[in-house]
Nanobody, 124 residues
Framework: QVQLVESGGGLVQAGGSLRLSCAVS????????MAWFRQAPGKEREFVAAIRWTSRTTYYADSMTGRFPISRDNAKNTVYLQMNSLKPEDTAVYYCAAGTPGSDYAMGYQYHYWGQGTQVTVSS
């Protein structure tokens, strides 16, 4: 059973940075994709970024490209989301997800495993 545990959220001022971590246990298939989604109060869940576990191919939501690089450390079984130049509208609960979505990497329903989420709050 795959388990995902996020950490690194918190309160930060606009313009600041945070690095979210997602520790993975229980093993992953070699073709798995790891992703970050977020959900702000009153809004639908939104795709942020994804990375293929073996090839390191990355995918980003158009609004996140360049600002939120995703990476992974195989030795530590951990995926990271480096969040830079944060804005108040980035305030949300950020979730780590794992699955085998194929080309539909931005679709949440394609992911089988989810973490509990970590709160990110950006003050203006």
């Amino acid at each position: 059973q795959v388990q995902l545990v996020e950490s690194g959220g918190g309160l930060v001022q606009a313009g600041g940075s945070l690095r979210l971590s997602c520790a993975v246990s229980g093993g992953l298939f070699s073709w798995s994709v790891m992703a970050w989604f977020r959900q702000a109060p009153g809004k639908e869940r939104e795709f942020v970024a994804a990375i293929r576990w073996t090839s390191r191919t990355t995918y980003y939501a158009d609004s996140m490209t360049g600002r939120f690089p995703i990476s992974r450390d195989n030795a530590k079984n951990t995926v990271y989301l480096q969040m830079n130049s944060l804005k108040p509208e980035d305030t949300a609960v950020y979730y780590c997800a794992a699955g085998t979505p194929g080309s539909d990497y931005a679709m949440g329903y394609q992911y089988h495993y989810w973490g509990q989420g970590t709160q990110v709050t950006v003050s203006s």
